[in-house]
């Protein structure tokens, strides 16, 4: 049984060879960032499994990678790199990660949020720029959050933010229960949170699920922070309700288009909070990450 980590690139390659057992498989390296597609079956020859942190792996490649059976993809949203039922008519699995970081983006979630209420990327660029720019800001205790969506991460955001004195509203795809939480229909959500955080898995019901539709149904100024999926939201909608101020300002650290461009109308807009997909990005995330992805080929190995 032989592996390929394929792009082990930001200090992935390091967590790797720390959480890395006596006895579980050997993998091959590729300490990389960008792996284009073309050359999967030549990095890939020979391997039973791969794991993907970042790589793009579409179905025409993949059907070139003879012997390939399993991709272990570090974190749940591989449906943004891959089509998985295209990929098991191939004869590959695909495995995803969960609950890895679920502190970790839940509090990236909450740094983002407090940073908007409060303007402080606005004033942080203003005064690198030698302006003294001082904003009004948003006092959150006492005001509402609304989460879409109620996992694991959802669940933390939830813990942190009933302890920071905020109500805290909930709309789930399956009916669900917690302390402190209150369980409401979609609409409610939207109509009564001063922040909309986005908690959702990304898959193909879920894909433009805020919608200019539900959008429009957001309170007047509401703060939305996304940092799940992207592709969760219509990025026009998104943008043409922050410049009208329906969207008071957004949080975002996912992106359609990864690295962002310089020029995206994201980065031309003073009402953004923008950070580089990097909510997961924690030491202790990170090696629970590695490590859960090793137990899962440590298991492939062993029903082989």
């Given at each position: 049984?032989?592996?390929?980590?394929?792009?082990?690139?930001d200090?992935?390659?390091?967590?790797y060879?720390?959480?890395?057992?006596?006895?579980?498989?050997?993998?091959?390296?590729?300490?990389?960032?960008?792996?284009?597609?073309?050359?999967?079956?030549r990095?890939?020859?020979?391997a039973?499994?791969?794991?993907?942190?970042?790589?793009?792996?579409?179905?025409?490649?993949?059907?070139?990678?003879?012997?390939l059976?399993?991709?272990?993809?570090?974190g749940?949203?591989?449906?943004?790199?891959?089509?998985?039922?295209?990929?098991?008519?191939?004869?590959i699995?695909?495995?995803?990660?969960?609950?890895?970081?679920?502190t970790?983006v839940a509090e990236?979630?909450?740094?983002?949020?407090?940073?908007?209420?409060?303007?402080?990327?606005?004033?942080?660029?203003?005064?690198?720029q030698?302006e003294?720019?001082?904003?009004?800001?948003?006092e959150?205790t006492?005001?509402t959050i609304?989460?879409?969506?109620?996992?694991g991460?959802?669940?933390?955001?939830?813990?942190?933010?009933?302890?920071?004195?905020?109500?805290?509203?909930?709309?789930?795809?399956?009916?669900?229960?917690?302390?402190?939480?209150?369980?409401?229909?979609?609409?409610?959500?939207l109509?009564e949170?001063h922040v909309?955080?986005l908690?959702?898995?990304?898959?193909?019901?879920?894909?433009?699920?805020?919608?200019?539709?539900r959008?429009?149904?957001?309170?007047p100024?509401?703060?939305?922070v996304?940092?799940?999926r992207?592709?969760?939201v219509?990025?026009?909608?998104?943008?043409e309700a922050?410049?009208?101020?329906?969207?008071g300002?957004?949080?975002?650290?996912?992106f359609?288009?990864e690295?962002?461009?310089?020029?995206?109308?994201?980065?031309?807009?003073?009402?953004v909070t923008?950070?580089?997909?990097?909510g997961?990005?924690?030491?202790?995330?990170?090696e629970?990450?590695?490590r859960?992805?090793l137990?899962?080929?440590?298991?492939?190995?062993?029903?082989?």
């Open positions: 049984m032989q592996g390929v980590f394929i792009d082990a690139s200090a992935l390659g390091d967590v060879r720390k959480v890395r057992r006596a006895g579980d498989p050997p993998i091959v390296l590729y300490e990389e960032d960008h792996v284009p597609a073309e050359s999967l079956p990095l890939l020859d020979g039973d499994f791969v794991i993907d942190d970042h790589t793009p792996m579409p179905t025409e490649a993949m059907r070139r990678c003879r012997g059976r399993h991709i272990i993809f570090l749940t949203g591989a449906r943004s790199y891959m089509h998985p039922e295209e990929l098991a008519g191939l004869g699995q695909v495995h995803i990660i969960k609950g890895y970081g679920d970790a990236h979630t909450i740094a983002l949020m407090w940073a908007a209420a409060r303007g402080l990327a606005r004033m942080d660029r203003g005064m690198r030698g003294w720019l001082r904003t009004e800001g948003m959150l006492g005001k609304g989460l879409i969506g109620f996992g991460i959802g669940a933390e955001v939830a813990r942190i933010a009933a302890g920071s004195g905020m109500r805290v509203l909930a709309w789930n795809r399956t009916p669900k229960s917690a302390p402190a939480v209150s369980f409401v229909p979609l609409e409610t959500l109509a949170s909309v955080s908690h959702l898995l990304l898959i193909d019901e879920t894909r433009g699920f805020l919608d200019s539709a959008i429009a149904r957001l309170r100024g509401a703060i939305l996304n940092t799940a992207a592709a969760l219509d990025e026009q909608a998104m943008l922050l410049e009208a101020g329906k969207i300002h957004a949080a975002l650290d996912v359609a288009s690295p962002l461009p310089a020029d995206h109308p994201l980065t031309r807009l003073e009402n923008l950070s580089a997909h990097s997961f990005r924690t030491p202790e995330a990170s629970k990450l590695i859960s992805g137990d899962i080929a440590c298991r492939i190995a062993a029903e082989a």
